[in-house]
């Protein structure tokens, strides 16, 4: 199975858990309003706010790559949702053919290659978000918007691996967050004065071959520990 029919048919798996099957009809199992393409352009907006981009603040401030990173994985559980609710409504086909059609799109083979290091400054980096969020809000071509998901995306030094790898660790982190009453508002974000997105990230930094099962059982053991669970 190829990474992105692989990531497809997880994101079909959290999507049918969190908001029941049939949730392509635009609610989920509990009457609750499903907007993908909002959840993409504030996905983007926290993604712009890891840059100092403010002129009245922390202007000698760095951007958060690592956020960063998190932020393109946050935008690309979206943009999978809205491209599987796409090609079930409109019946343009299943998993397969979804997962088929990406390869064909225009930045798919750049995507594929070793990341570059960052050549422009922050603005222009900026400047290649706003660009994708363009492409979100004037066009209705989810394979554009995918297109333009992957340009901006290997320009901040994130490429199929890279995403793999992130998404893999962020499905397991969300579905170990459903788990612990993410949903009840039960769930501890702060595991200890550390956000659960690091505490994630670090254990696939000591561990790059780690299975979904031995990250879940990672993030078990320090949960376990963090206080106020």
Not at 129 to 151: G, H, P, R, W, Y
Request: net charge negative; hydrophobic share 40%.
């Amino acid at each position: 199975m190829t990474k992105t029919k692989q990531m497809l048919k997880m994101q079909q798996q959290l999507n049918d858990a969190t908001g029941g099957i049939g949730w392509e009809y635009g609610y989920t199992n509990k009457g609750k309003r499903i907007d993908w393409k909002r959840c993409i352009y504030l996905e983007a907006a926290e993604l712009v706010d890891s840059y100092p981009w403010k002129h009245w603040k922390n202007i000698d401030a760095t951007p958060d790559y690592d956020n960063i990173k998190i932020e393109i994985v946050d935008i690309w559980h979206f943009v999978m949702s809205e491209a599987l609710r796409d090609y079930k409504i409109n019946k343009k086909g299943d998993v397969d053919q979804l997962a088929f059609d990406i390869t064909k799109v225009v930045n798919y083979q750049i995507f594929t290659n070793n990341v570059k290091p960052l050549e422009a400054d922050i603005y222009k980096q900026i400047a290649w978000v706003e660009s994708f969020m363009k492409t979100l809000f004037t066009s209705d071509d989810i394979l554009m918007l995918i297109d333009a998901f992957f340009n901006m995306a290997y320009k901040l030094q994130v490429n199929l691996d890279i995403l793999y790898r992130l998404y893999i660790g962020k499905n397991i982190l969300n579905k170990f967050r459903q788990d612990h009453g993410y949903k009840e508002g039960k769930y501890v974000k702060e595991w200890n004065g550390v956000e659960d997105n690091v505490v994630m990230q670090d254990v696939l930094e000591k561990q790059p071959d780690v299975t979904p099962i031995e990250l879940y059982e990672a993030l078990e053991r320090v949960y376990a520990e963090v206080e106020g669970v």
